[in-house]
């Protein structure tokens, strides 16, 4: 268990299980020890930060320019993104497959709707008991995975998502007597004086979202972080070098179930419904966010992000593309997720990334540099999501 | 009395279609490590060619048993072909993740493309099974009545499952497939074309999964593009209690869960509308005390 040390991959962290604390020292010459995270070099440096500017700009300026319909849009992919997000942490990061986590989006989504319906809560008073409960749900199904791994974790939570709505509909009764709940419109009213309701709306979504992908961004840098990718790679390596395995998955479980259920929370602000009546909703929940994992690049910040809002704009795109076809739009969309595998199987970022790295590596020769990891410095090794994959064949 | 064991064949008529739906996914899995989650809907496709094929008014009016066979011949090749096409190229990205888009990109696909074509509304599938009841036996007074179709259907399930045992068992074939399914690259050294042999699993699956839609349409007084929604869940589940390697323990798992499915719909009133939380609550409690499923082998695991 050394530090991978060449010099030309596009990022350098160990992943293994190797914590830089006790495994840099030996690879180390002796007396000088190499920094943790090799500084950056200049021009990748103030790339980002033009970037970053840019795309704040961007962010800021949008809902602005665009029609409250397309705000409308934008905020569905932030909330999806929330939720890709949730599900990197937990599948991308820590290796458990999970596809119930439409269940965690819908008992956010619940817990707001009916905060506000039967008891007259304020939307944004409810963001943090949606955030909580599903959080707890989570943690009852990280419970099972410390027993059960790979494809049967899988199946244990694809029943959560199957049970879901069947569960809603018993016991929520909304108008009419069916599991749907309607807040009212004027409940989601802008709490700012000249901002329109969908523009407060979309500024929610993104203030939300940025925090909480700031979050997973310093998670994922830091010890926890470490802990999951070691859990990821190699279960028993990770318990042998001190990894609370328990700690590690049910904690990961909890938080993702969390940011799951912040984004069913808002998408109650979005779409103005949480809506249990479709036995499949949540099941084709779920299989949004693993898309847009995948698509975006599982294992990086910004995969979830790109991947949600591809996503969504795929999805708006495939839907009038032919007149009068409608029902073939699942079709074009499907075929657009099988090419978009075959051309990056690395997902969007991971794509990008290795690009940046090839070009890098061109112009500044072999020179033992990280090349520029874009936004995102984790471990590149993200290719095997699914840890024990393995098993039973 | 006679209705416990009325539902009871019930039970074991569901259980049996998926316990054939997680024979198809398990044979995938051993041979290539894939969850496929288009199983359904390429079955759900295979379906709609039998019916247009025997269909008097909308299709061809080939008697329905050639329907199936004719249909099942055709899924098996597409089975083959999707194997080479879609799923190959992909796989060998090492990245299991990019399969499951890859399946659910079918899944999304095959469900939308099939109700454009055969459309929307639900269609009637003609029955191989002669029509009526049967009187098993009386007990006390009762007599338990079950349908021909449900007996009919029991013994073709049984059938494919002792058919494929006698595949995978006895012949030289059967021994391939299974080399292969252990360790493609030591099969691939003792001369056995493991491609080969990866297209002909899911061939196989296909074509299993085209008999079990077939025979589960015939049942129901329509079916749409929904028939298999549920089913593939339930079969999911059988395929996870069995262990996922085991062909004898999907359809074991299968019969527990439509069992246990059946009895639930007819005792348990408190739950009605969630039945489906019983065996998919049998299946957590089995994993959680058997990790590996009833029927599944141990695996070590090497650090």
Redesign the interface.
């Known amino acids: 268990m050394s530090m991978p040390s060449d010099g030309t991959g596009a990022t350098v962290e160990p992943a293994l299980g190797t914590l830089p604390e006790t495994a840099a020292a030996p690879a180390a010459a002796p007396g000088e020890r190499p920094p943790l995270r090799p500084p950056l070099p200049r021009p990748v440096l103030i790339a980002r930060v033009v970037i970053g500017v840019a795309l704040s700009v961007v962010a800021l300026y949008a809902p602005f320019y665009f029609t409250p319909e397309n705000n409308r849009i934008i905020s569905q992919a932030l909330y999806l993104s929330i939720a890709a997000m949730g599900l990197n942490l937990l599948t991308g990061f820590t290796g458990q497959v999970s596809i119930g986590h439409g269940a965690f989006f819908g008992v956010g989504a619940f817990t707001t709707a009916i905060l506000m319906v039967d008891h007259g809560w304020t939307f944004e008073a409810t963001i943090p008991v949606a955030a909580v409960l599903s959080g707890l749900v989570g943690m009852l199904v990280g419970f099972p995975a410390l027993r059960v791994r790979g494809l049967q974790l899988a199946l244990v939570t694809l029943a959560l998502a199957v049970l879901f709505p069947r569960l809603a509909s018993k016991y929520v009764e909304g108008a009419g007597g069916v599991a749907l709940l309607r807040p009212r419109r004027s409940e989601f009213a802008s709490l700012i004086d000249g901002l329109d309701d969908d523009q407060w709306a979309y500024f929610v979504c993104l203030v939300i979202a940025v925090v909480l992908f700031v979050l997973a961004w310093n998670l994922v840098r830091g010890r926890m972080g470490r802990a999951m990718v070691a859990v990821r790679d190699q279960e028993i390596a990770a318990t042998t070098v001190g990894v609370n395995l328990a700690g590690t998955k049910v904690g990961t479980f909890a938080l993702s179930a969390a940011y799951a259920g912040v984004a069913g929370s808002l998408s109650v602000m979005i779409d103005r419904i949480a809506d249990a009546t479709n036995p499949i909703l949540y099941l084709q929940r779920s299989i949004e966010f693993l898309v847009a994992m995948v698509i975006g690049g599982a294992a990086t910040i910004l995969g979830p992000a790109v991947g949600a809002f591809l996503l969504v704009w795929l999805r708006r795109n495939t839907e009038d593309l032919i007149e009068g076809k409608e029902i073939l739009a699942p079709a074009i969309f499907g075929a657009a997720l099988i090419a978009i595998v075959y051309v990056l199987p690395e997902g969007v970022v991971g794509g990008v990334r290795r690009l940046l790295a090839r070009l890098g590596r061109r112009s500044s020769g072999s020179a033992a540099r990280p090349g520029p990891a874009s936004a995102s410095d984790v471990p590149d090794d993200s290719n095997n999501p699914g840890g024990s994959h393995d098993e039973g064949t | 009395m006679q209705l416990f064991v009325e539902q009871v064949i019930n039970g074991i008529g569901n259980g049996l279609v998926y316990g054939s739906v997680a024979l198809a996914l398990v044979i995938i899995?051993?041979t290539t490590?894939i969850?496929n989650f288009a199983q359904g809907e390429m079955a759900l496709f295979s379906t709609y060619i039998t019916w247009k094929l025997a269909s008097e008014s909308d299709g061809f009016g080939l008697p329905i048993v050639a329907a199936i066979g004719v249909s099942m011949a055709i899924a098996f090749v597409a089975g083959a072909v999707i194997e080479r096409v879609?799923i190959r190229?992909?796989e060998q990205?090492?990245?299991?993740?990019?399969v499951?888009?890859?399946t659910?990109?079918?899944?999304?696909?095959l469900?939308?493309?099939a109700?454009?074509i055969f459309g929307?509304d639900p269609q009637l599938m003609p029955s191989p099974f002669p029509e009526g009841n049967v009187e098993l036996f009386s007990s006390g007074g009762d007599a338990v009545v079950v349908s021909k179709d449900t007996i009919g259907l029991i013994a073709v399930l049984v059938a494919e499952c002792i058919l494929l045992w006698l595949l995978l068992q006895r012949t030289n074939l059967g021994l391939k497939l299974r080399a292969v399914?252990?360790n493609p690259d030591s099969a691939r050294l003792q001369g056995i074309r493991a491609g080969t042999m990866l297209m002909l699993g899911w061939g196989m699956a296909a074509a299993i999964g085209a008999l079990a839609g077939s025979l589960v349409a015939s049942q129901r007084t329509g079916f749409d593009g929904s028939l298999m929604?549920i089913i593939i869940?339930y079969a999911?589940?059988a395929?996870?209690l069995g262990?996922?390697?085991s062909l004898i323990g999907a359809v074991v798992a299968g019969l527990i869960v439509g069992i246990a499915d059946a009895l639930t719909v007819q005792y348990v009133d408190a739950l009605?509308?969630?039945e489906?939380?019983v065996p998919?609550g049998l299946?957590?409690v089995v994993?959680?005390i058997l990790?590996?499923?009833l029927f599944?082998?141990r695996?070590v695991?090497r650090?």
């Not at chain 2, 990205?93 to 990019?98: D, E, Q, T």
């Not at chain 2, 659910?104 to 696909?109: E, K, M, Y």
Request: glycine share 12%; aromatic share 8%.
């Open positions: 899995f051993r490590g969850l879609l190229p992909v990205a090492r990245s299991p993740l990019n499951v888009i890859v659910l990109g079918l899944f999304l696909g469900n939308s493309v109700q454009l929307t399914a252990s929604q869940v999911f589940a395929a996870a262990g996922f390697d009605e509308g969630i489906v939380i998919l299946i957590l994993l959680v990790p590996n499923g599944g082998r695996t695991e650090v």
